[in-house]
């Protein structure tokens, strides 16, 4: 292959392999996080990503589709991570790592979470087309919760003063909390996944919590 049918220093990339799908998702992570999703075309993924935009429609059909794929490339990670991590640890702990992770990715993610939020808040139209697949993951992670503090309390882990249903839903709803206030209230402010898991294990463990003088953290 000559200079001129390749771009120097570029990795050629096939037409429908995983290649092409990555750097598409790739691409189009960082315009819809930089520019917006309206402002975003397929033809300017496809410049960032180096493919035809024929190829973009090959692996996604809309750009609601493509979207979606995004938001599920982001948060994949995270689930691999807690699923690798998690047969080795007790349900209290398990309990305390998938609220690590929640904030693990708000804070590494900030900025296409709140473009997500956004998205979802001011067009209807988006948001219908989304909302099935952002519910499918908020109510897989609200059912590892309820199943994991319901074996907690089994095992006299967990508290037994709510049960696993209140008690998962009240933690979601601190934890969204948290989201936005980081988000949108107090985006100079570096969150703190520590004093939150600190918290939790407080409230629902019963564990003691105290602060620490120096940074103000709390502590289990």
Same mark, same amino acid.
């Given at each position: 292959?000559?200079?001129?049918? !390749? ?7 096939r037409p429908g392999s995983q290649d092409s ?9 960082? *315009?819809?996080? @930089? ?10 993924? !496809?410049?960032?990503? #180096?493919? @035809?935009?024929?190829?973009? $429609? ?7 589709? *493509? ?11 995270? $689930? ?11 349900? #209290? ?9 929640? /904030?693990?990715?708000? #804070?590494?993610?900030?900025? @296409?979470?709140?473009? $997500?939020? !956004? ?7 988006? !948001? ?8 499918? =993951?908020? @109510? ?7 199943? /994991? ?10 508290? #037994? ?8 839903? $009240? /933690?979601?709803?601190? =934890? ?20 939150a898991v600190a918290m939790v294990a407080g ?8 602060t620490d003088n120096a940074g103000g953290k709390?502590?289990?």
């Amino acid at each position: 292959m000559s200079l001129s049918q !390749a771009k120097v220093g570029a990795p050629e990339i096939r037409p429908g392999s995983q290649d092409s799908r990555d750097e598409i998702l790739k691409a189009a992570m960082h *315009l819809f996080a @930089s520019r917006g999703f309206h402002e975003t075309s397929m033809s300017e993924v !496809a410049r960032e990503a #180096r493919v @035809s935009k024929a190829l973009i $429609f090959w692996h996604f059909k809309t750009k609601e589709e *493509l979207f979606v794929a995004v938001l599920n490339r982001l948060l994949e990670p995270y $689930f691999i991570d807690f699923a690798e991590e998690a047969g080795a640890l007790d349900e #209290r702990a398990q309990i305390q790592k998938l609220v690590e992770f929640y /904030l693990l990715f708000v #804070r590494d993610n900030a900025s @296409s979470v709140r473009f $997500f939020i !956004a998205q979802m808040l001011h067009d209807q139209h988006f !948001a219908e087309g989304l909302s099935d697949q952002v519910l499918k =993951l908020y @109510s897989g992670y609200r059912a590892m919760l309820v199943e /994991l503090i319901a074996r907690g309390q089994e095992r006299n882990l967990c508290s #037994r003063r709510f049960t696993a249903e209140a008690a998962a839903g $009240f /933690l979601l709803s601190a =934890l969204n909390g948290i989201l936005i206030e980081h988000l949108f209230m107090m985006q100079n402010r570096p969150l703190d996944p520590e004093s939150a898991v600190a918290m939790v294990a407080g409230w629902l463990f019963g564990e003691e919590i105290r602060t620490d003088n120096a940074g103000g953290k709390a502590v289990a």
